[in-house]
């Protein structure tokens, strides 16, 4: 592999405080050195180029059965958009589901090296990681569904800690996960009844426990596992006017649980939790409330859930949400539930500029970004494709970086919106360097990642650079160009080969799976022989097909963490 010496780019690495520096990186053996010469040596000119670590995105359904299913259900999403096949590169489709390679490359030539699938049922395992085998270039994870889990539900409910702690590291080994997902947490329990919990205090049928001692007790498994992440939550009543309260209570309900000012919880696509207003004619942005609630709290991080106006394809495990929107749009839609575990739904939905309630959720997830203070708290997301394809994300970021950017696009939706958005009275304007905060640096960080997000000696060599000047150009007049050179990076770096060149993908390399390996530091085999004898008591399948070995995974990138004693 040959050495890699990218030269005088504006550095933007606000893990190591590097803003807007000129500055050389040096790569050699996939990894940031401090310098590096010899013969086998190739130089970038990043001349008035931004440099960047390469982006992060730690919510972004990409892989599974659900998206597998999304695909096979919208044969419209993809004829419209097909990428032929090249020197390089697979053929594909696109648009709001794009096939597994089209994936890869599309983060890849945006300059995105790392993506978590943030919902995998655990029985679905082997599914997701097939598609995350085949999907090129950037490293990715995925985070089993664990808080509608029967075997979750009734150590909390009994109080035993330690053996939901036992059992949840058990699950990330055997489907190869990240991170704990809780999706509604109750709600998906009870919609294998039709039915769904009203809030944090609503006992789940059958279960005798409300989702807010789910929420505090996975919290507290997570901090017994010393897990990378925090438990990463989609709240209760998403979706609905008035939720904003609960939204409130969930994150209030794990205040205590912080650990030394680190986070506790993160809420994601917060968009879709910030509603206020008691039905569909009240509905307004609960964003303020929200906002003012994290300025003052360190325990919380949240990601936008940006609504980009597009049709677009919405993917849950959150069944009765998905129940409620294919009644709003009558469209075609997939129901599922997933023994013993999680539910599902997929509903096709396109987001309007004239409709209020669209243009308003546009508006909410912008005003959040904007109004939280700390972009370390705060991430770039669409929750692809719930509220738009992640290949809109250039389109984000000139938004954030420009005020002009969001006047021009007031000025194209409901009326309505226009009276009631706080974004007429922000005048906030991202800097490329919170830009690498909000898209990279702070995303890594919440993930645990250490050698991502960031350009210091021994990181990983996963850089973009784009071909914007700083000093040259007025960004925040310019929204246009910030477009176009986030949209196809100057160069993509993975581990220290160039995959990208001028927007254009020039080598393939595979990317790794990274899992969480928990060394329970007490027999855990005995758990596991106990789980393994139980197994055939809720579940269809034998525990053999279940598990997913570490055989299966193309390239494997096990964290290993140690839990508490
Ligand atoms: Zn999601």
């Given at each position: 592999m040959v050495d890699l010496l990218i030269k005088n780019g504006f550095v933007y690495d606000p893990l190591n405080k590097i803003n807007g520096e000129i500055m050389d990186i040096a790569v050699k053996d996939g990894k940031i050195v401090e310098r590096v010469d010899g013969k086998r040596l190739k130089k970038i000119d990043a001349r008035g180029m931004m440099v960047m670590p390469g982006g992060v995105d730690l919510h972004s359904h990409i892989a599974g059965a659900k998206v597998n299913m999304g695909r096979l259900l919208r044969p419209e999403d993809h004829y419209k958009d097909v990428e032929p096949k090249t020197a390089k590169t697979r053929s594909g489709v696109?648009?709001?589901?794009?096939?597994?390679?089209?994936?890869?490359?599309?983060?890849?030539?945006?300059g995105w090296t790392t993506v978590m699938d943030p919902a995998m049922p655990p029985l679905k395992a082997r599914h997701t990681h097939e598609e995350l085998n085949d999907t090129p270039i950037i490293d990715?994870?995925?985070?089993?569904?664990?808080?509608?889990?029967?075997?979750?539900?009734?150590?909390?409910?009994?109080?035993?800690?330690?053996?939901?702690?036992?059992?949840?590291?058990?699950?990330?080994?055997?489907?190869?996960?990240?991170?704990?997902?809780?999706?509604?947490?109750?709600?998906?329990?009870?919609?294998?009844?039709?039915?769904?919990?009203?809030?944090?205090?609503?006992?789940?049928?059958?279960?005798?426990?409300?989702?807010?001692?789910?929420?505090?007790?996975?919290?507290?498994?997570?901090?017994?596992l010393h897990l990378p992440h925090t438990i990463h939550v989609h709240t209760n009543n998403l979706g609905k006017p008035g939720n904003l309260e609960n939204t409130m209570k969930t994150m209030q309900c794990v205040e205590d649980l912080a650990n030394d000012g680190k986070p506790a919880i993160h809420i994601t696509h917060c968009q879709f939790s910030a509603f206020a207003g008691n039905d569909w004619r009240t509905f307004e942005s609960g964003a303020e409330k929200i906002a003012r609630y994290v300025n003052r709290h360190s325990h919380v991080t949240l990601d936008m859930g940006q609504v980009i106006f597009a049709d677009t394809t919405t993917m849950t495990a959150d069944g009765p949400f998905q129940f409620i929107l294919y009644q709003l749009s009558g469209n075609k839609w997939i129901n599922g539930d997933v023994e013993a575990e999680t539910s599902s739904g997929i509903v096709p939905f396109n987001y309007k500029r004239s409709s209020y309630v669209h243009s308003m959720q546009w508006s909410i997830a912008q005003e959040l970004a904007l109004l939280v203070e700390d972009p370390w708290k705060i991430y770039l997301s669409t929750d692809h494709p719930n509220a738009g394809p992640f290949t809109a994300y250039p389109r984000i970021i000139a938004w954030l970086m420009s005020r002009k950017a969001r006047e021009k696009t007031m000025e194209k939706i409901n009326r309505k919106t226009k009276s009631k958005s706080l974004l007429t009275s922000i005048d906030r304007e991202f800097t490329p360097y919170e830009i690498a905060v909000a898209s990279r640096a702070g995303q890594a960080k919440a993930l645990g990642l250490k050698n991502k997000g960031h350009l210091g000696i021994g990181a990983d060599a996963d850089i973009a650079v784009y071909d914007l000047n700083p000093e040259k150009t007025d960004l925040s007049k310019n929204p246009r160009m910030i477009r176009r050179a986030f949209k196809r990076a100057a160069y993509t770096i993975k581990d220290g080969r160039v995959v990208v060149k001028n927007g254009e993908i020039v080598e393939v390399v595979a990317g790794r799976t990274i899992w969480v390996d928990v060394d329970t530091g007490k027999p855990l085999s005995e758990t596991i022989s106990a789980l393994r004898e139980n197994f055939g008591t809720y579940y269809t399948v034998q525990y053999e097909n279940y598990q997913v070995p570490e055989n299966q995974i193309a390239v494997s990138a096990p964290m290993h963490v140690r839990a508490d004693a």
């Open positions: 696109g648009h709001s589901v794009p096939s597994t390679f089209t994936t890869g490359y599309r983060y890849a030539k945006m990715k994870g995925t985070y089993p569904l664990l808080g509608d889990s029967w075997k979750v539900l009734e150590t909390l409910r009994d109080g035993r800690i330690e053996d939901c702690a036992a059992y949840v590291a058990w699950e990330l080994s055997v489907t190869k996960g990240y991170a704990i997902k809780i999706v509604n947490p109750g709600g998906l329990e009870a919609w294998g009844f039709g039915r769904n919990v009203r809030d944090i205090n609503d006992p789940v049928p059958n279960f005798n426990i409300a989702p807010r001692e789910i929420l505090r007790g996975l919290c507290k498994v997570n901090r017994l």
